[in-house]
């Protein structure tokens, strides 16, 4: 026993140490906890296209119609889900025809008439004669033959047999275009079958008559209901859900028949007479498509499609093709979002999977997510005349991507690396204050900790609030006034400038908004006339045609910025592709002339000296090869003290984002 006791523990921390678990990263493929899009990269695609010149609702429809990337899985877009749409519909109208069932009746017709002229061929009686002379006389058609042959007595126990088969096979795909798996139901359907379809569709021409006369038809559809629920397995709640159901399949039964020629519709007509040998139920299932017709007239009654492959379809199965047809025109237009107030939302995801496939369906989920999200996040407004536009929100997020690009390509250039740390105003001077609203200063965490057990020791039980957060304190910086001016003359458009000198503008001013708060950015666009803009608009101009290159008046409104921070730093960024072409007159009219006139020039190198007498630092990022700006640049930058830099386009915004900080330095 005490062996026993001495050997438990050991026992016990045996099984103990079998319970252990590793832990590490996921490698069974994608991450299942990641989201299925990426947002920023949505809003990177979506800033490329305003940049472009697209409007925000324009760039968000061409990032849905275009699809999305994500981790290892490529997310498709409108665009392919409607050419799969389209494919499908194509597949199914070029590999099928309509005339399955008058196909399968003309071989138990021929079936039929082969063995009874055999057997009759075996007698030798004048009778015999007779009745071949009656088979010899039947129509053409197969129609008529089969009517005509209604009354015939057969001799041949095959030959009656082939004929009753015609009668079974043309009620089950009757009722098989109105009724969900009734050609299975009826396959060896007997006369008390037949009576119990025919009762059934006697009370619900009954149920619908009333309806349409506007009485409450509450309780005749459940006692309908109780009687014949076996015929719908769909088990509509009422009785204007069962007309829907009934409505969509007899519009598809009628599309059908539109969609066959002439001659096929008249067989047909001629051949329901037939179905089950009686003529009743051809009669009750036009009397239903009628009430159908007048209660739901927006069904599409008059439409068809031209079939032209091998495969033969019978009549229930080729109604399920026009109202497959038919939902994958629907899926066409809810997928082309071309209405007045689409959503993607309004896309049925269930047909989606149905038709083309799961893999589908997850397509477009995912992009109404996608939609939803963007909308949620606040990404877009709508401005005062309706239109959408992109927030400030979103411009941050397009800033915080144009800025981390022009980092990575600082350090790519120079061998430096981004960082995660904030940098500090200043350098600490030893105090702290309490957090406002902005700081980027680190927390004092002994202050931070001290202030909240306070606060818990006079009552109040929360463990930290922001009123407890205090921060160090640093030596002011030097603030500075960055006048960032861009060339946006037609040349910038057509050169390919346009999106480059736009994410320049976005990265300076995340930079500045984020890293330097002190200081204060103007944004001034120059064409034919100079402009200052804020940042969302200068992301969604777009570019028209307009001779003149007004750095004058750009100018102009530097100084006047410039001014309005006299305690400032006086920084002047200047990005052009083109000599100075217009400038200002006294009346405010822009004058113009190429090569730049004298009078332009002159006023233009008079701002600069303005600016230049401020103790303003410029520096001029020359876009293009043009020799005589290069050599006006020059001369201009010699005069003032300030730098030429002649960039790519892909390297512009880090070399206009190096020269502020080195500027800052």
Not at 419 to 435: L, M, N, V
Request: aromatic share 6%.
């Amino acid at each position: 026993m005490a062996d026993s006791q001495r050997n438990e523990p050991r026992r016990r921390r045996t099984r103990y140490r079998r319970l252990r678990y590793a832990y590490g990263p996921y490698d069974g493929g994608p991450d299942p906890l990641a989201p299925p899009f990426d947002i920023r990269q949505a809003m990177d695609e979506i800033g490329r296209d305003v940049m472009e010149g697209s409007s925000p609702q324009q760039a968000l429809r061409e990032l849905l119609r275009r699809g999305m990337r994500n981790q290892d899985r490529q997310t498709r877009g409108l665009d392919d889900l409607t050419r799969q749409v389209w494919q499908r519909r194509r597949d199914l109208q070029r590999d099928n025809r309509l005339d399955g069932t008058l196909e399968e009746v003309r071989e138990l017709l021929a079936r039929a008439l082969e063995a009874e002229r055999e057997a009759l061929g075996n007698e030798d009686s004048d009778d015999a004669r007779f009745r071949e002379m009656q088979l010899e006389a039947l129509p053409n058609d197969t129609g008529g033959a089969v009517r005509e042959l209604d009354s015939y007595d057969w001799r041949s126990s095959d030959a009656r047999e082939a004929y009753q088969e015609i009668r079974d096979l043309l009620g089950r795909e009757m009722l098989d275009q109105r009724f969900q798996g009734m050609k299975e139901a009826m396959q060896n359907a007997t006369p008390e079958d037949v009576e119990r379809v025919r009762e059934m569709l006697d009370d619900l021409n009954n149920l619908l008559s009333q309806h349409a006369q506007g009485r409450d038809t509450t309780e005749q559809f459940r006692e309908f209901m109780a009687k014949h629920g076996e015929f719908f397995p769909e088990n509509p709640q009422d009785t204007e859900e069962l007309i829907d159901l009934l409505a969509a399949r007899a519009a598809a039964a009628q599309r059908m028949l539109n969609s066959m020629s002439a001659e096929q519709r008249a067989e047909l007509a001629q051949l329901a007479q037939q179905a089950f040998g009686d003529p009743r139920l051809a009669q009750s299932l036009s009397q239903l498509d009628a009430q159908l017709q007048g209660l739901r007239p927006g069904e599409d009654w008059q439409g068809g499609g031209r079939f032209r492959g091998e495969n033969p379809m019978g009549m229930g199965e080729a109604t399920r093709a026009m109202e497959e047809l038919g939902q994958l025109d629907a899926l066409a237009e809810q997928l082309a979002q071309s209405y007045p107030g689409a959503r993607l939302e309004d896309v049925d995801l269930d047909a989606l999977g149905e038709l083309l496939g799961e893999e589908s369906r997850v397509d477009a989920k995912t992009l109404a997510e996608l939609e939803r999200e963007l909308q949620r996040q606040g990404l877009f407004e709508r401005a005062a005349d309706g239109s959408l536009q992109l927030s400030p929100k979103a411009l941050r997020r397009l800033g915080e991507s144009a800025l981390r690009d022009v980092v990575d390509r600082i350090g790519a250039r120079r061998g430096e690396r981004d960082t995660r740390r904030s940098g500090a105003a200043g350098e600490a001077t030893g105090a702290t204050r309490a957090w406002a609203f902005g700081d980027t200063e680190a927390w004092s965490v002994p202050r931070t900790l001290l202030n909240a057990e306070l606060r818990r020791a006079g009552g109040d039980p929360r463990r930290l609030d922001v009123s407890d957060v205090e921060v160090v304190e640093t030596e002011q910086r030097t603030r500075a006034a960055v006048a960032l001016l861009v060339d946006t003359s037609w040349s910038m458009v057509a050169e390919g400038r346009w999106v480059p000198m736009k994410r320049t503008a976005l990265a300076l001013h995340q930079l500045i908004s984020t890293r330097f708060r002190g200081d204060d950015l103007a944004l001034i666009t120059f064409g034919r006339h100079a402009q200052t803009v804020e940042l969302g608009e200068l992301v969604g101009l777009e570019g028209a045609y307009a001779q003149g290159t007004n750095l004058h008046h750009a100018l102009l409104l530097a100084q006047r910025h410039l001014r309005r921070h006299p305690d400032a730093m006086p920084v002047v960024l200047v990005v052009t592709d083109g000599e100075p072409t217009a400038h200002l007159e006294p009346d405010g009219e822009a004058y113009f002339d190429y090569p730049p006139s004298p009078y332009t020039v002159r006023a233009t190198v008079a701002e600069v000296d303005r600016l230049t007498g401020m103790n303003a630092m410029f520096t001029f990022f020359v876009l293009g090869d043009d020799p005589r700006l290069a050599a006006f640049m020059d001369d201009v930058a010699r005069r003032c003290g300030g730098r030429v830099v002649t960039p790519t386009l892909d390297g512009l915004g880090a070399e206009v984002v190096a020269d502020y900080l080195r500027t800052r330095r």
